[in-house]
């Protein structure tokens, strides 16, 4: 797989220093205020560069830069050579690879200019690697080949076992059978005779991946897994974490679980030594395997960890600011150019500066171009904010008329009511006590009319006051219409009306309390009042990624079509059957206004065979959205 790379190029940086890693690290550590020889020191610092890659790629990079700056002062061209190399190193593990293979190209001029075989063929393939990581594969492939033909005539050939072992990763399906097996014989016996328990890992896992191809699963994970061990017991990381990618792609459609746990490990050892690639390739895959599973709260988890790492890896990226493979290649133009061009430095001194002062134009231009264009805007988002708010108070003043019209009209019949029945009780005693208890009734049940209707209006108008803020919260949906339904316990027992609540206690819904306890209890009072005895009231609720919802079924019989559109709308010229319509009217009209408050949608479908469902959706925290299109619930209060 091509993410193998990273392993890979790695470990041939490691082909210079054969000996021990943590032992030199410690031993150079202390010996280095010791050192007196300039040369000697640069190379000390080099070589703590390209030891400490795999511990802590910070200390590699300030070795580096400290071995490079030194050697440009003493003109050291080997130690810069190979300070130069480690910085391509650290760019590469960083996951900038512009800047890195402008480093190793540069690495790889200097080498040339050196006659340094071995570190030649080392910057052959680290640019190979490169080319590799870009997709650039024909160059890839051509920098390993030139790299293999140089190293056969190698005296000192411990780089050659990485050479063998690179190409069997990277483009196995361009070798024979054959040839594969005598690449990977070559590997060991170098690595054997050199000790380089590093490079034996990555034959194990060579190895591996050949007994997976001749169908031999079992064999090759129990190898893995041994190599896998092994790596992480010497601290070979990047060896290890190609190790472990491996063992979690082998399991990740077999046992997702085991997958996760060597993601996870990988994940862990990434984010510990700041490996900016293996970051990536990591939670990607964790990424991926949660998705399949819809595990939300992980998805999201992974989701941000790997939008901050592309963040990262853009502002690195765009604040380097130029191409330096075409920068490498044109800069020994330049410098010939700059030889022949001296005559005409005055010249293009001059138009430099006309150029400059043409710059600064458009620079002022521009300015307040910009400047003009905000201005625009800012009197554009003015004029559609003054245009919001006269729209607005347009809508308020009708609703207001609306609602005052309402008042007149519904209330004039009950108060009249009550006079007709006050000027029969002044003749009481003509009247049976059936009649008087009749009279009586009426006279009760038109007041409770009016004060459901005062109470409606009263409750909205607490709402329209200035100063009111809608800060919705986090509420347990069953909860809120367990106590809506306490409420009218009396009054449904009364008329024998059954009210269940079908709400799973897991759903939570995000709006104001005193708002939506105003609509839950209005539907619930209005499916009280138009139900049959003994017939039932449903309440139901569900909740999906954007909104939940709410519906209020009854059995009663239903709404006429012609009312339905106009049902929420206090514009609409409805006509009522009766009192109760009319205290439901009003209240139901609050209830919309309460709705659009809480950015929510209401609704009511008449259900095909009895009864009608009043509905309201509000969207989830942090998700507010406003809608006018309805949802149908009928299969979902089935």
């Given at each position: 797989?091509?993410?193998?790379?990273?392993?890979?190029?790695?470990?041939?940086?490691?082909?210079?220093?054969?000996?021990?890693?943590?032992?030199?690290?410690?031993?150079?550590?202390?010996?280095?205020?010791?050192?007196?020889?300039?040369?000697?020191?640069?190379?000390?610092?080099?070589?703590?560069?390209?030891?400490?890659?795999?511990?802590?790629?910070?200390?590699?990079?300030?070795?580096?830069?400290?071995?490079?700056?030194?050697?440009?002062?003493?003109?050291?061209?080997?130690?810069?050579?190979?300070?130069?190399?480690?910085?391509?190193?650290?760019?590469?593990?960083?996951?900038?690879?512009?800047?890195?293979?402008?480093?190793?190209?540069?690495?790889?001029?200097?080498?040339?200019?050196?006659?340094?075989?071995?570190?030649?063929?080392?910057?052959?393939?680290?640019?190979?690697?490169?080319?590799?990581?870009?997709?650039?594969?024909?160059?890839?492939?051509?920098?390993?080949?030139?790299?293999?033909?140089?190293?056969?005539?190698?005296?000192?050939?411990?780089?050659?076992?990485?050479?063998?072992?690179?190409?069997?990763?990277?483009?196995?399906?361009?070798?024979?059978?054959?040839l594969t097996t005598a690449y990977l014989q070559k590997a060991r016996q170098i690595a054997t005779k050199y000790k380089d328990e590093r490079v034996l890992l990555v034959t194990d896992q060579i190895q591996a991946k050949l007994y997976f191809k001749n169908g031999e699963r079992e064999k090759g994970i129990a190898l893995l897994q041994k190599a896998a061990a092994e790596g992480i017991a010497m601290e070979v990381n990047y060896v290890t974490l190609d190790i472990l990618q491996n063992l979690g792609d082998m399991f990740i459609i077999t046992d997702s679980v085991k997958a996760i746990d060597y993601y996870k490990q990988g994940l862990g050892i990434s984010n510990l030594k700041g490996y900016h690639f293996y970051d990536k390739i990591f939670g990607k895959r964790l990424y991926d395997v949660y998705i399949n599973q819809n595990n939300l709260p992980e998805v999201k988890r992974y989701s941000g960890k790997l939008l901050k790492l592309y963040e990262d890896e853009e502002i690195f990226t765009n604040t380097s600011g130029f191409d330096y493979i075409d920068y490498a290649i044109k800069d020994q133009q330049i410098e010939a150019l700059t030889i022949r061009a001296e005559g005409r430095n005055t010249l293009l001194l001059v138009f430099g500066f006309l150029l400059l002062l043409t710059a600064l134009s458009l620079v002022i231009f521009y300015r307040l171009y910009i400047l003009k264009q905000k201005h625009n805007q800012t009197l554009e988002e003015l004029n559609r904010t003054v245009q919001a708010r006269n729209q607005k108070l347009e809508v308020d003043h009708e609703f207001n008329n609306r609602l005052v019209s309402i008042l007149a009209h519904d209330f004039r019949q009950p108060i009249g009511t009550l006079k007709t029945l006050a000027t029969v009780l002044k003749d009481a005693d003509a009247l049976t006590r059936e009649e008087l208890m009749t009279l009586v009734e009426s006279m009760e049940h038109s007041s409770n009319i009016s004060l459901e209707i005062f109470e409606n209006i009263l409750q909205w108008i607490k709402q329209q006051l200035s100063g009111f803020s809608y800060a919705p919260v986090s509420l347990p949906l069953r909860d809120l219409i367990d106590e809506a339904l306490q409420t009218f316990k009396a009054m449904a027992e009364d008329c024998n009306i059954t009210m269940v609540n079908n709400i799973d206690r897991n759903i939570t819904l995000y709006a104001d309390k005193e708002l939506v306890q105003f609509i839950n209890r209005n539907f619930i009072h209005n499916a009280l009042k138009f139900s049959p005895r003994g017939t039932t009231i449903t309440i139901v609720g569900f909740s999906d990624n954007n909104e939940t919802t709410v519906c209020v079924q009854d059995e009663g019989k239903g709404i006429s079509a012609e009312k339905l559109p106009g049902i929420f709308n206090f514009k609409a010229d409805l006509k009522y059957s009766n009192e109760k319509e009319k205290g439901a009217g009003v209240a139901l009209m609050i209830c919309n206004d309460f709705t659009e408050k809480m950015n929510g949608r209401i609704w009511v479908e008449s259900n095909q065979q009895k009864g009608a469902s009043f509905c309201y959706a509000l969207p989830n925290a942090q998700k507010p959205r406003k809608s006018i299109f309805k949802t149908p619930v009928r299969e979902l209060i089935k």
């Open positions: 797989m091509r993410k193998h790379l990273v392993i890979l190029f790695l470990l041939i940086f490691a082909g210079n220093i054969c000996y021990g890693q943590l032992n030199d690290i410690n031993r150079i550590q202390k010996e280095l205020p010791l050192i007196t020889d300039s040369t000697k020191y640069i190379n000390a610092l080099n070589r703590l560069g390209m030891l400490m890659y795999e511990k802590n790629v910070d200390n590699s990079f300030y070795y580096a830069k400290l071995a490079r700056a030194i050697s440009a002062r003493i003109k050291y061209k080997q130690g810069e050579a190979d300070a130069i190399n480690v910085i391509g190193i650290v760019y590469d593990l960083r996951g900038n690879l512009q800047l890195s293979l402008k480093y190793y190209n540069d690495a790889y001029q200097r080498y040339v200019a050196l006659h340094d075989s071995v570190n030649i063929i080392q910057g052959l393939m680290n640019i190979a690697l490169v080319f590799n990581e870009r997709k650039e594969d024909a160059k890839a492939v051509e920098n390993l080949k030139q790299a293999i033909a140089l190293g056969i005539t190698l005296k000192r050939d411990s780089i050659m076992s990485l050479v063998y072992c690179n190409y069997l990763l990277l483009y196995p399906g361009q070798l024979s059978n054959e």
